[in-house]
């Protein structure tokens, strides 16, 4: 359908079917948090295209999911917009605000661009408590729960569910469309040969930004289904840790890969879960040095790892599990990642 | 004047905190170029180290001391550990690991020392000096001091010992270096150590201002970034100008500018960040002939 060879067009199938049948097999609880992988998907999928194939490192996408999430939030809140109606308008002001964050993020090269969206992301909370008036302040705003549409037989959660997994699913279908395009052989070119891409006529401030605008796109409707879910949204739900959990998801993940992103959206969902029972005290301490030790002993991701681990067992290379057609997505050197971003020493 | 004369030496102060935690980003950034992110959780953590020795009944300058000594020792550990493994890896490596840094360091002081916020013995009288009819609080003017004297002590070190030459030198040319007979690796790790200590002498310096709790550095290191960026990211005197330029002029912008106030200030730094790395991404002192030591 949209070019996936056959072996990743039955992953495709056989992951959309799990994730139908899903809710009907997991406890509730379960279901309530996979509604939030969905919208960490989302997000995780923009930082791959972004950094991945971009190239730009960002640690401050947490804010373009503020802003997704005040912009519902403020809609309902304020105007009484349903949720159906404030995240295609969450979209296009995160849309708005990301091309002006890329029209900027064009002169930071690098390791600027992280330490400059690692501020952004720390000074986040604190507009969202400067501006009471429209967010709230400190203490949030609380919205209406979901409510169901007349004549679909489901109850909240499981709508909720579902709604979010088809966006998600909405999401992924849209930018492999557009990757998979001149767009994405754009990016690519640009992120690994700046200097031939150029000559071939290829305009970087174009591309770069389009593709930081798409990304904060799809940051922005990921803030919207992390808001809706608790019905709840304060200054702390977007602290800059949210920041941080994304880039770390789609370093875990995969940052080379779509796939790399769903499996973002589950670790960093499931993780910290995890990490609380290895060690109930300070699960922080065992997600830290678990991100340490995946670093450095597997800096390709769960993607990456899996990858390898299926060549290793079939006789011949397994396809890329990808939407990503170059031969980037399973053995790309980590070095690849980019003119901008390799070797800042003098 | 009185009122501005006193707000300008509280920036001092403040500033004097963001020039040192910015100056240990510098002597990282050049030696290795890594933005150490978890630079102000080193900091906090050496910091609560303190507190503890002194809970145990050490006096209050003996426990800094060994605290300096223990942080030094951390910081060379955490190269050898945690940073050489991934030392040639790419960019995107490096900022992760330097936050699964971040993320444990918070996490294990967090779970050693909980999540409640302690008020540290203040190292300075609660007394004020008053110079020519303006006074000044003991404390301000004891950070500026302490501070100034570390400073001066670092930049002492790496131009009159050889073993700071050597440092530079393998910060700077590690290649040749190498052929000279300098181990490399270990100057590098003596790196992160010293920074480890300018940073823990902020982190005790202003615990009795901000109050010890596990995310205390968490926006003084974006206004050490701020400062950093503003000197030149590679400047280790930029990054003591920037800083005490910063504390100045967001002090002075939070009490004088009604629109940004108190909430305002870090949105501050990132607007001061975003504007010199546009408009001149060297900062202050970024030009090559100001760039050693």
């Known amino acids: ?346 | 004047m009185h009122e501005l004369t006193q707000q300008i030496v509280s920036g001092l102060a403040t500033g004097s905190i963001y020039a040192s935690v910015a100056l240990a980003l510098v002597l990282i950034y050049r030696a290795m170029g890594i933005i150490n992110f978890a630079q102000g959780e080193m900091a906090m953590f050496s910091t609560y180290i303190a507190w503890q020795l002194v809970q145990f009944g050490v006096p209050v300058w003996l426990a800094f001391g060994a605290t300096l000594i223990i942080a030094f020792a951390g910081g060379v550990a955490i190269e050898r550990i945690v940073i050489r493994p991934v030392e040639r890896a790419n960019q995107l490596t490096l900022v992760i690991v330097s936050l699964g840094l971040f993320i444990a360091l918070n996490g294990l002081a967090g779970w050693i020392w909980g999540y409640i916020v302690k008020s540290p013995p203040p190292p300075f009288p609660p007394t004020a000096i008053t110079v020519g009819g303006v006074a000044f609080s003991a404390q301000d003017v004891g950070i500026i001091a302490v501070s100034l004297v570390t400073l001066g002590l670092i930049s002492l070190f790496f131009q009159k010992t050889k073993l700071g030459l050597a440092m530079r030198a393998a910060a700077l040319y590690p290649e040749q270096s190498r052929v000279l007979g300098i181990r490399v690796g270990w100057m590098l790790a003596l790196g992160w150590g010293l920074a480890a200590v300018v940073g823990a002498t902020a982190g005790i310096m202003i615990a009795p201002v901000v109050f010890l709790d596990p995310n205390m550095m968490q926006s003084i290191i974006v206004y050490a970034f701020a400062a950093a960026v503003l000197g030149g990211i590679e400047s280790p005197i930029g990054a003591v100008v920037g800083g005490l330029i910063l504390g100045v002029a967001i002090n002075l912008l939070g009490t004088y500018v009604e629109a940004i106030g108190n909430e305002l200030r870090l949105a501050a730094a990132l607007a001061i960040i975003v504007l010199v790395l546009v408009v001149r991404p060297s900062g202050l002192f970024g030009k090559p002939s100001v760039q050693r030591v």
Request: charged share 5%; proline share 8%.
């Open chain 1, 1 to 346: 359908m949209i070019g996936l060879s056959r072996g990743a067009m039955i992953r495709v199938c056989v992951v959309a079917a799990l994730i139908a049948v899903l809710p009907w097999i997991v406890p509730s609880f379960v279901v309530f948090d996979l509604i939030f992988v969905a919208a960490y998907a989302i997000a995780i999928l923009g930082l791959v295209i972004l950094t991945g194939m971009n190239g730009q490192i960002s640690l401050g996408h947490g804010a373009f999911m503020a802003l997704g999430g005040y912009v519902v939030a403020v809609l309902a809140h304020a105007a009484g917009w349903p949720y159906w109606a404030g995240v295609p308008i969450a979209a296009l002001a995160c849309g708005a605000f990301g091309l002006l964050i890329g029209l900027v993020a064009l002169r930071l090269a690098g390791v600027y661009l992280a330490l400059a969206t690692f501020s952004l992301a720390v000074a986040t909370p604190s507009f969202l408590k400067h501006y009471k008036s429209i967010t709230g302040g400190f203490g949030g705003m609380s919205l209406q729960p979901v409510t169901v549409p007349a004549g679909i037989p489901l109850d909240p959660q499981r709508w909720l569910y579902y709604a979010a997994w088809a966006v998600a699913g909405l999401a992924f279908l849209v930018s492999a469309l557009i990757v998979r395009g001149k767009f994405g052989r754009a990016l690519r070119a640009l992120r690994d040969n700046p200097v031939a891409a150029v000559s071939f006529g290829v305009n970087p401030y174009v591309y770069k930004t389009l593709a930081f605008g798409w990304s904060a796109v799809l940051a922005g409707v990921a803030g919207a289904f992390y808001a809706i879910p608790t019905a709840f949204v304060s200054p702390d739900t977007f602290s800059f840790a949210l920041s941080i959990t994304l880039l770390i998801g789609a370093v875990l993940g995969g940052i080379w890969t779509f796939w790399g992103a769903l499996l973002g959206g589950v670790v960093v969902e499931f993780l910290p879960l995890v990490a609380q029972q290895v060690n109930a005290g300070a699960p922080s301490v065992v997600y830290g040095v678990a991100l340490i030790l995946v670093m450095m002993f597997v800096p390709d991701g769960i993607a990456g790892g899996l990858v390898q681990l299926a060549r290793r067992i079939a006789p011949r290379p397994a396809p890329p599990p990808s939407a990503e057609p170059s031969p980037i997505a399973t053995s790309a050197p980590l070095g690849a990642i980019g003119g901008g971003i390799s070797d800042p020493k003098p």
